[in-house]
Structure formats: structure tokens, C-alpha cells
């Protein structure tokens, strides 16, 4: 990782994607030849699904609270995502912008000027070739990188940070390969410094309101969780200069399930995964990839010159998976089809159940909670759902409202952002830690290596290494903005 690696970029889509695909060569099989073969496909899951034994002189981050900070000096890298960590960093009166950093100079300074606005000080400024963010994680005055780039730089920037004396702050997904989130882990470990995943989706008002429900008992015993990502970006996956430059590769390299952890986040906390229960495996399977292939004949993006390109990520992957305590999730990835963006967000138990899109809510017993309703077999009146919303808003979004209303993604963002330096600035464990950002990103490779066999089973590896069993779920649903 030093500066002068200027093959960084090829070595990256190596070590990601082509190396990922490489190591799915010849699994996808016929249903009669995946039954066959299963064997085979159990073998190459077991190196997947192994967990690595706890290397000597490393402790576990399950509880990990550095020491607390006046203020939380920020950096971060990738200006196009990263604007918006910017912005709320500048709401933020405990944080610093120390340094921003992208490889466009036009963006780090655009990011420069409004902290200069905002604040009277412009931060240090990184731009013009790939490798710049080196010099500025390298700097001692500061203590936490957000990482707002293209998933094949998540984990060496992930790396570099906390080998530095650095928390790392990472967008999503953490990783997109088991190994990867096993490196992750590692350091983190070996650092004690924090890798937390950005998952907004974490912080919304109704994922928080689902949480405080479950937390509160009001579902009762939970059993079942069901969420997704589905959301058109066709249009975004042709954008020139975006997301478009490398997001769509990983259509015409891996079909499974590439963006799991906004749907999977918010249930996992909810259902308390990886803190007294834990994956233990899944299945998933692949409709046939057809939308994003027949939008780019249509529509003939940028002149046509992705003509040539072949799509095999199906339209709609669903992962189904099971907890060592026998409880169901259903994970859904679509991105390319015409319908309304959904993330489901739903949570049943048997006290009740919650859907989203749009939200709804059904208990057990709802006179136990004096409304109207007078039945389990229909969703709450406007008016009940109001009465539940006015008792179980989630205490972060009852403090921060008025301050997230003009935040990204109707204000989840600038909560999320506040919790997270928040607990920087006490020096208390985040509600998420390296665990988590493993557990949820590893369902990339393994959703794909489990559609590539057939839809054959795949062992989730348990990156606590056991400790889920005896730890209590983090008191997120007691967190209360100070």
C-alpha cells in the first residue's frame, strides 16, 4: 500500500471481482447436476463457511470503547457519496473536517469551500491521482476516515486506516468478499480501532420505530423478518463520471445478491443477530437476468458502446436465510425492473408484525395499548399507527428531527452520522461494529456461490468467533441524544 503502487486499480478488480469469479468457474450447474455434484459444491463451501481460529494477541471489538474525545477530527474520501458525510459533519458541533480527499480535484475542492463557508477554516485538501488518500490517512491529526468509494477500495483504505491509529467508517458494503470481511476483522481486532459500516438504512424512522417495538417486546417472541433493496437504477448503472463506472461490472461478473445490508441491517439489530442469535446459513436463488440487458438495447446509453456487454446477474436474486435459533430472513436484491423502491422492512413475532411500504402495523392484543382496533387481522387505523408512532419513536429521531430534516435520505443520513461520532466522542461501543459490517456484507460471495451451486446451502461463517451467544443486544433502543 505504498503510493508508488500505480497498478493499484487493475490489482483491486483482480483481487475483487475477477478473483471472485475465477473461484466460481464451472459451479454453475444444471438442477440435475447440482444434485450430483453436491459434494463437490459442500467442499467449496466449507472453505467459505470456515472460521478462522483467533490469531494470538488479538482481542475481540464486541465491546470496544476507546478513549472519549472532545472533539472528532473527520476525514473522508470519496466526494460524490462523501459530500453528504461532509455536510452532516458540518452540523455536527462536536466534529472537524480536517481533510477531504477525491481523485476528482474539482470535488475536494468544491467539498473544501463549503467547510470553509460553513465553518471559516478550509480543510486540507488530497485530489489528483489514485493513490493521494495514502498521505491523508496517514495524517496524526485525525482520528476517524470515512470511506465513500468504489467497493474495490473499501477494504485496502479500511486497512490502511486502522493500521494507522485510525477508526475506519466504511460505506456499503464493507466488502465483497468472505475474505475480505475475515482481513477486516482481523485488524480491527489487532488495532482495537472501530470499522463500522455507514448502513443508513439503520437509522430511519421506521427501522428505528421496528427496533424500539421489538426491543420493547411489543412483537413479541420474533420469528421471521422479511427485507430488500429494490430500487430502478438503470439509468444510475449507465452514469458516466458516477457510480455507473464500476458499479455495473459487478452485473456482468456475479449473479447473487450484490447490495444486501440495507434491507438486512435494520432486521438483523431488530432480531438482536450477532448479539444472542446468528446466522448459520442460507440458500439463494436467481430469476433470469433480462431488464437491464433489454434497457441498454433500447435506450442505447452513452452512444451504445455497451453493446458488447453481457449481463448475468438475475433481475431478482432472493436469499433465504436461518439463525442458529431457527428464525427466517428473507433478502431480496433488485435493482433494474420498473416498480417502486421497497426495502420491505418487515419484522413478525407473536405480538405482532410490521411491514413497510408503507407502514403497517398489526398486534396481538392492540387494546393492550388502548386503541381502537379490535382485532390481530387487520392492519391499525391512521389513527392507532399514530398513537404506536407517538409512544415508540425511537428517542434519537424524537431529539434529532428538526436537525436531520434537511440531511440525506429523508434525514437517516444525518442521524446516522451524529450517532456514530457521538459514540466516538463519549468513547462508547457503536451500535454496529466490524462483526456486523462481516456478517452482513459476506451474503455478496455467498449468496453467489449458493446460486452458482445450484441454490445448494451455504454455511454463514461466525465472524464473534462464539461470543454472539453470550452478549446482550447493544442498547441502541436506549440511546438517547445528549
Same mark, same amino acid.
Given at each position: ?52 481460529? @483467533? *490469531? /494470538? ?5 464486541? #465491546? ?5 474525545? %472532545? =472533539?472528532?477530527?473527520?476525514? +473522508? &474520501? ?43 477554516? @478550509? *480543510? /486540507? ?5 489514485? #493513490? ?5 490517512? %496517514? =495524517?496524526?491529526?485525525?482520528? +476517524? &476516515? ?43 481486532? @489487532? ?292
Amino acid at each position: 500500500m505504498t503510493p508508488s503502487h500505480s497498478s493499484r486499480r487493475d490489482f483491486l478488480k483482480t483481487s475483487t471481482l475477477a478473483g471472485l469469479s475465477a473461484s466460481l468457474a464451472g459451479l454453475a450447474l444444471s438442477g440435475t447436476q447440482a444434485a450430483a455434484q453436491s459434494a463437490a459444491a459442500s467442499k467449496n463451501t466449507g472453505n467459505l463457511s470456515e472460521v478462522l481460529p @483467533r *490469531p /494470538a494477541g488479538q482481542k475481540p471489538v464486541h #465491546n470496544l470503547a476507546a478513549a472519549p474525545l %472532545a =472533539r472528532v477530527r473527520v476525514g +473522508v &474520501i470519496g466526494l460524490h457519496r462523501g459530500m453528504g458525510h461532509v455536510k452532516d459533519a458540518l452540523g455536527i458541533e462536536f466534529a472537524d473536517v480536517v481533510a477531504v480527499c477525491d481523485i476528482v480535484d474539482e470535488r475536494a475542492q468544491r467539498a473544501a469551500a463549503l467547510c470553509e463557508k460553513m465553518r471559516g477554516k @478550509r *480543510p /486540507a485538501v488530497y485530489s489528483g491521482n489514485e #493513490n493521494v488518500w495514502e498521505q491523508m490517512v %496517514a =495524517r496524526a491529526d485525525l482520528d +476517524v &476516515i470515512y470511506i465513500a468509494t468504489p467497493w474495490d477500495w473499501h477494504v485496502p483504505m479500511c486497512l490502511r486506516a486502522m493500521e494507522l491509529g485510525k477508526h475506519a467508517f466504511v460505506e456499503v458494503a464493507a466488502a465483497v468478499t468472505v475474505d475480505d470481511c475475515w482481513r477486516l476483522v482481523n485488524t480491527s481486532e @489487532r488495532t482495537q480501532r472501530h470499522c463500522v459500516m455507514l448502513e443508513n438504512c439503520c437509522y430511519g424512522e421506521n427501522e428505528l420505530l421496528v427496533l424500539n417495538l421489538a426491543r420493547a417486546g411489543v412483537l413479541g417472541e420474533l420469528t421471521h423478518a422479511e427485507c430488500a433493496y429494490i430500487h430502478d437504477l438503470r439509468t444510475v448503472l449507465f452514469e458516466l463520471q458516477s457510480e455507473g463506472d464500476w458499479r455495473r461490472n459487478y452485473h456482468w461478473q456475479l449473479d447473487g445478491n450484490l447490495y444486501p445490508t440495507h434491507g438486512l441491517g435494520p432486521v438483523a439489530q431488530s432480531l438482536g443477530l450477532g448479539r444472542g442469535d446468528q446466522f448459520k446459513y442460507l440458500v439463494s436463488m436467481s430469476s433470469p437476468e433480462r431488464n437491464l440487458t433489454q434497457y441498454r438495447d433500447r435506450v442505447k446509453p452513452n452512444g451504445g458502446r455497451h453493446a458488447a456487454e453481457k449481463y448475468v446477474c438475475g433481475d431478482m436474486n432472493t436469499t433465504l436465510v436461518k439463525s442458529e435459533r431457527g428464525r427466517t430472513i428473507m433478502i431480496q436484491h433488485d435493482v433494474v425492473s420498473p416498480r417502486p423502491y421497497s426495502r420491505i422492512n418487515a419484522v413478525t413475532g407473536t405480538g405482532g408484525t410490521f411491514f413497510d411500504y408503507p407502514a403497517r402495523l398489526a398486534l396481538n392484543d392492540p387494546q393492550q395499548y388502548g386503541l381502537e382496533a379490535k382485532t390481530s387481522h387487520a392492519w391499525l387505523n391512521a389513527k392507532d399507527l399514530a398513537a404506536m408512532r407517538r409512544q415508540f419513536t425511537h428517542p434519537l429521531w424524537s431529539k434529532l428531527t428538526e436537525r436531520a430534516k434537511d440531511g440525506g435520505h429523508d434525514g437517516m443520513d444525518y442521524v446516522m452520522n451524529w450517532r456514530h461520532l457521538d459514540c466516538l466522542r463519549q468513547g462508547i461501543t457503536p451500535d454496529s461494529v466490524v462483526y456486523d459490517a462481516a456478517a452482513w456484507s459476506s451474503l455478496i460471495e455467498l449468496s453467489v456461490h449458493s446460486v452458482a451451486t445450484g441454490s445448494m446451502p451455504v454455511v454463514i461463517p461466525d465472524f464473534t468467533r462464539g461470543l454472539w451467544s453470550d452478549l446482550k443486544p447493544l442498547g441502541i433502543a436506549e440511546a438517547v441524544a445528549v
